[in-house]
């Protein structure tokens, strides 16, 4: 399921591309779209892209779900099974750095379109255009670290290694909750500024939400691995 839930993330990140471009095109008026089109068309797209993504991440739910007390409960392997996961995990590590070191470079890179929209000093419609491309761009470097993962993270489980160790396994339930909530709050938060009763609708303009909101995660994974360190060491 790893490369399917790569997509459904990767698909979600682009999602906003559609309405992001239809917008900076209504702006500078041309195509002959009226931003009620770009809207109406970019909302659908997202709607479209999110529904996918969702069937996809409950598909991959249901066919794991009987393996999820591999990351509740603690668990003993059979013989034999443990050394054959570690000449797993050691033979998956090359492409495990390698995607991630793609991930990080297409991170990093993704926000060069607005850069170099604001150096040449670009019209405003291009400016929208390298926001999408951003998202884009990020949308695959996602893909890599997510692909990578997902793979390392079912191993790390069978060995009871980084974040599964029964030590985190007792903590994650709230990590998980307090991560869904988060992103539940920015959606909502990215939405109401768009096209809430104040909103300005030009949901491109507004792409600064998801880099802080990105950061600010990381940040607090970051500290919950900072704690979770310190706690088993009690």
Do not use: H
């Amino acid at each position: 399921c790893a490369p399917k839930i790569a997509l459904a993330v990767a698909m979600c990140i682009a999602s906003p591309v559609v309405i992001i471009f239809l917008s900076a095109m209504a702006d500078a008026g041309l195509g002959g779209i009226s931003e009620d089109l770009a809207a109406g068309l970019g909302v659908s797209v997202i709607l479209v892209l999110v529904a996918i993504a969702v069937g996809m991440f409950l598909s991959c739910g249901a066919k794991t779900k009987e393996f999820d007390f591999l990351e509740k409960e603690p668990f003993e392997t059979e013989y034999g099974v443990a050394g054959m996961v570690k000449e797993r995990k050691k033979e998956f590590g090359e492409q495990y750095s390698r995607l991630n070191a793609v991930g990080t470079a297409l991170c990093i890179l993704s926000v060069l379109p607005i850069f170099a929209s604001l150096a040449f000093s670009a019209p405003d419609i291009w400016v929208g255009i390298s926001v999408a491309v951003l998202l884009l761009i990020a949308s695959f470097g996602c893909y890599a670290f997510i692909r990578a993962g997902v793979y390392n993270a079912a191993i790390d489980k069978l060995l009871e290694e980084g974040d599964y160790t029964r030590e985190n396994k007792r903590k994650s339930p709230v990590f998980g909750a307090i991560s869904t909530a988060y992103w539940l709050v920015v959606t909502a938060l990215f939405l109401y500024l768009s096209f809430g009763p104040s909103g300005n609708g030009q949901p491109g303009t507004l792409w600064y939400i998801w880099a802080v909101a990105g950061v600010l995660y990381g940040a607090i994974v970051a500290f919950k691995n900072v704690f979770v360190r310190k706690g088993g060491k009690r």
